[in-house]
């Protein structure tokens, strides 16, 4: 009950500042303040304003916000986002350009379950959307997940991928970001073991922590000092009455959100205050900078407890991936059985959640790939977020990962109007 209590404790700290956020701003608005000018009044104003919006973004999903593209024929198409397979903790998207021609180019990029939700790739969809056949795996709210549904760990979300990938067929392109690199490269060798036939044309890695030793960072620091003893008292709750998940134990958001805060607690207020003085002044609006990237980073949803918990146990303290050692429903995972996959790893020199070497590795246990369909780039200068969002993705990164995957095509699936591209292993580990 305690850890109900907590929860709820949380949010109603949330609610209470969205409230007097709306109250300052509604009572600052009043006609009659206008009378008597006054500096203070217009700071209260946007000081609300300000503050209602930051704190009621915490607990709205985003949305996608592509709605038409632009496509050779010069015309402005819709883009439909279908759901493929759906499931309880997570669902698989298609973002169908209505009126185009099919793509030769299948993506599937497989995004983090790590505290925001999967329109964090937003700008890495729309770069792919260009002339790629786009799915996305959208992992849902732990918090709205009812506790009938069961359990979700490292093991579960590992299931998951294989479904999602023995749905979409030989010829997908997994494109997997940061957190999920490891358990997606296990996926893939489940396959491989499994059902070699539905193993991905290619594999892309983006800075994930295959093996968390190889450059040790803040990140793999912690989970040595702190026991999973300390982490099950202090980080997981069990979900409130309000919501439908109502007695799942999680790692709540709002907590998360609270450790990504804290890492930069300096910056975050500049630019809050910055913010205020922007609205006083009539130069904010509803999609500025500010609001762009803080509408994204401040909304975050519950993370399964089982999944947070194994992921810190049996990837980062145990390295379970790294040494091979990997067991899913019961079956000893064998990265050697990669033998037809090619698997491009890509790394930020300035990475400092997943340094240049953690992702690395993975080329390193796939003791059965021939060298010819292994490939490596480190992006420099690039840190965590620039590797697979930011400008070192749009015009480095990508055109590599397109490069590789068309050099690597199964049975012919190249896009019509793509250029000769290079073997694969131009930039071979």
């Known amino acids: 009950m305690r850890h109900m209590i907590t929860y709820d404790i949380m949010d109603t700290f949330r ?17 009659v303040w206008s009378t008597m000018p006054n500096p203070a009044i217009q700071w209260m104003a946007a000081w609300g304003e300000v503050t209602e919006r930051t704190f009621e973004r915490m607990v709205v999903k985003p949305d996608w916000g592509i709605r038409t593209f632009t496509c050779e024929d010069g015309k402005d198409h819709l883009v439909e986002i279908e759901t493929i397979v759906e499931r309880p903790f997570g669902d698989l998207l298609h973002f169908n350009v209505a009126g185009r021609e099919e793509q030769p180019r299948k993506v599937l990029l497989v995004a983090p379950m790590s505290g925001h939700y999967a329109t964090l790739l937003r700008s890495t969809v729309k770069s792919l959307l260009v002339n790629c056949e786009v799915y996305v795996t959208d992992w849902h709210n732990a918090r709205d997940i009812p506790v009938s549904c069961g359990k979700f760990d490292v093991e579960d979300y590992t299931l998951y991928l294989m479904d999602f990938m023995r749905t979409l067929g030989p010829d997908i392109n997994v494109v997997s970001v940061c957190q999920p690199v490891p358990l997606t490269l296990a996926a893939t060798a489940y396959l491989a073991e499994q059902d070699p036939d539905a193993q991905p044309a290619t594999l892309t890695l983006i800075g994930g922590p295959v093996d968390p030793d190889a450059t040790p960072t803040e990140v793999t620091d912690f989970g040595r000092r702190v026991t999973m003893g300390q982490l099950e008292e202090t980080m997981i709750q069990r979900v409130g009455f309000k919501h439908k998940g109502v007695g799942r134990l999680v790692y709540p958001g709002l907590l998360q959100l609270a450790s990504f805060i804290s890492m930069n607690a300096e910056r975050h207020a500049d630019a809050f205050s910055n913010q205020i003085q922007q609205v006083m002044r009539g130069e904010a609006s509803d999609h500025d900078k500010h609001n762009r990237f803080y509408d994204e980073y401040l909304a975050v949803m519950d993370m399964p407890a089982e999944f947070y918990l194994s992921t810190v146990d049996r990837i980062f303290k145990k390295r379970e991936i790294a040494k091979n050692e990997f067991v899913v429903d019961g079956h000893k995972v064998d990265f050697g059985a990669i033998t037809n996959v ?88």
């Open 342 to 429: 090619a698997v491009k790893t890509v790394e930020g020199e300035n990475d400092d959640i997943s340094a240049p070497g953690q992702c690395l590795a993975a080329l390193d246990l796939c003791t059965g790939l021939p060298d010819a369909l292994k490939a490596s780039h480190v992006e420099p200068g690039a840190g965590h977020y620039g590797i697979f969002a930011g400008k070192s993705w749009r015009n480095n990164i990508r055109p590599l990962v397109l490069d590789f995957i068309d050099g690597n095509a199964k049975n012919g699936a190249k896009p019509k109007t793509a250029k000769k591209t290079k073997a694969a292993n131009t930039n071979a580990a």
């Open 15 to 31: 609610n209470t500042n969205q409230w007097l956020g709306a109250t300052a701003r509604t009572m600052a608005s009043y006609p």
